[in-house]
């Protein structure tokens, strides 16, 4: 069955950077692409950005770039989202995300909260 | 960037009920890039609904989805225990990324 399993959460003071991974199993790694979608405490969903698993490719949402990585292992078919410059703004829980047919999540991961705070 | 905005905001009913979930676009969008979440406290969002009609792995079939352009709808037909959560449409721009509704939280009555 498929599963995305992420790390544990994380305490940043603002900023910092945090690097939070997400391994999948169950299927085959580089078939699919994974997204990063975050919730802040109380809100809605916020698309954070796209990473191909099979060549590496990304795509960020506007408002994140120039603080953001995606990156995948193909070795351990886990993919890595990395913020910078963290703010008490970026305090959430982010989760991976498989991208079905590139239009849809069809699996997510179970989140991990990250809390910004001095 | 395309805004999807939901209605209502929250949307109080009882098990057993009929719940008519909107989801409406600033421009129009293509029906296979539009899908449906629900996400209950403390979980992760589940795919319920995606290219607007079509019903994910699993989800029972008192969950429908339709409509088309700038005007999408989710229905539950008739009401369980667990069908209360928090509901959000979500549409894939190409190159622009994916955008998500602000939600309807579904209560119970």
């Known amino acids: 069955q498929v599963q995305l399993v992420q790390s544990g959460a994380e305490v940043k003071k603002p900023g910092a950077s945090v690097k939070v991974s997400c391994k999948a199993s169950?299927?085959?790694?580089?078939?699919?692409?994974l997204s990063w979608v975050r919730q802040a405490p109380g809100q809605g969903l916020e698309w954070m950005g796209w990473?191909?698993?099979?060549?590496?490719?990304?795509n960020f949402a506007q408002n994140l770039q120039g603080r953001i990585t995606m990156t995948t292992d193909t070795s351990t078919s886990t993919a890595y989202m990395e913020l910078r410059s963290l703010r008490s703004d970026d305090t959430a829980v982010y989760y991976c995300?498989?991208?079905?047919?590139?239009?849809?999540?069809?699996?997510w991961g179970q989140g991990t909260l990250v809390t910004v705070s001095s | 960037e395309i805004v999807l905005t939901q209605s209502p905001g929250t949307l109080s009913l009882s098990p057993g009920e009929r719940a008519t979930l909107s989801c409406r676009a600033s421009?129009?969008?293509?029906?296979?890039?539009l899908a449906w979440y629900g996400q209950k406290p403390g979980q992760a969002p589940r795919l319920l609904i995606y290219?607007?009609?079509s019903r994910a792995t699993g989800i029972p079939d008192r969950f429908s989805g339709s409509g088309s352009g700038t005007d999408f709808t989710l229905t539950i037909s008739r009401l369980e225990p667990e069908d209360f959560a928090v509901y959000y449409c979500?549409?894939?721009?190409?190159?622009?990324?994916?955008?998500f509704g602000q939600g309807t939280k579904l209560e119970i009555k």
């Open positions: 995300a498989r991208g079905h047919g590139g239009t849809r999540f069809d699996y």
């Open positions: 169950g299927y085959t790694f580089t078939s699919y692409g």
């Open positions: 990473v191909s698993a099979y060549n590496g490719n990304t």
């Open positions: 421009q129009s969008v293509s029906s296979s890039y």
């Open positions: 290219g607007a009609s």
């Open positions: 979500q549409q894939y721009g190409s190159s622009r990324g994916y955008t």
